[in-house]
């Protein structure tokens, strides 16, 4: 099944939920291959409204509907929403499941979705977990997935077809996507709180806040496109900029005497070790 074959449903639709929509209907999904639930009726009428999808009248109707069915909801809700799809109707063909929330295992989506559910029927369940960032909002997202033991090779082009509409994909078995979560999940908050610095630095140094800010977005944007768009390493491209005895090698001197790389390390473990608390208790 391709991507626009495909009947896509939402369960939840929020920014993440809306910014995947957005991302389908540019590619070219139809809006009216689309149907969304939500608490709030502002929330569908918004999605309704920018990208022509339908309201489904329940989860129920939306999960027997559509052949993919994208969970989109907060981890404290999943519980609840997984427990108002089951039992789950009988269904034919294939169901193939995306859960974008953190922290929940593959495992607590399966247990309760296959409650009732006959062995053939339970084992047409193809569930992904995925791990997004919040450039999905821009299209420009970094996704890791995990999948099953159901999910085959459609399911699983399937899956990567609906996510690579937000940006890139990469997958992982599922014990690494706490990894995923310290490294890109987190991600761009690490980038944000550079450029907070960095801006605050432009400030102090006597630059107008605008032009600080223009400075700092162009510099942190052009430095991904050469990382992204060369074969070299992070390492020499910063070598190439940081000539001996001046301005750049000041400030690495002062930044690495600070231990400000350690302090990066520790971080990014200290953010994995809590995403593996956080998946154990919603297990």
Known sequence: MTLNEAEIGFIGAGNMAAAMMGALVKAGVSGGKIRATDVSEERLKLVKDLYGVNAAKDNRELFDYCDAVILAVKPQQMKGVLESLAPVSAFSGRKLLLSIAAGVPIALIESVLSRGLDKD???????????????????????????????????????????????????????????????????????????????????????????????????????????????????????????????????????????????????????????????????
């Open 121 to 283: 029927a339970a084992g047409r369940l193809a569930i992904v977990r995925v791990m997004p960032n919040t450039p999905a909002l821009v299209s420009a997202g970094a996704s890791g997935m995990a999948v099953n033991g159901n999910v085959l090779e459609a399911d699983r082009a399937l899956a990567r077809a609906i996510l690579e509409t937000t940006g890139i994909v990469r997958e992982f078995s599922e014990d690494r996507l706490n990894a995923v979560t310290a490294v890109s999940g987190s991600g761009p908050a690490y980038v944000f709180f550079l450029a907070e610095v960095m801006m605050e630095a432009a400030a102090n140094l006597g630059l107008d806040p605008e032009d600080g800010r223009a400075l700092v977005v162009a510099t942190l944007k052009g430095a991904s496109l050469l990382l992204e768009q060369g074969d070299d390493s992070p390492q020499e491209l910063r070598r190439r900029v940081t000539s001996p005895g001046g301005t750049t090698q000041a400030a690495f001197e002062v930044l690495f005497s600070a231990g400000v790389k350690e302090a990066f390390l520790d971080a990014i473990s200290a953010a994995e070790h809590r995403a593996a608390v956080l998946s154990g208790a919603a297990g």
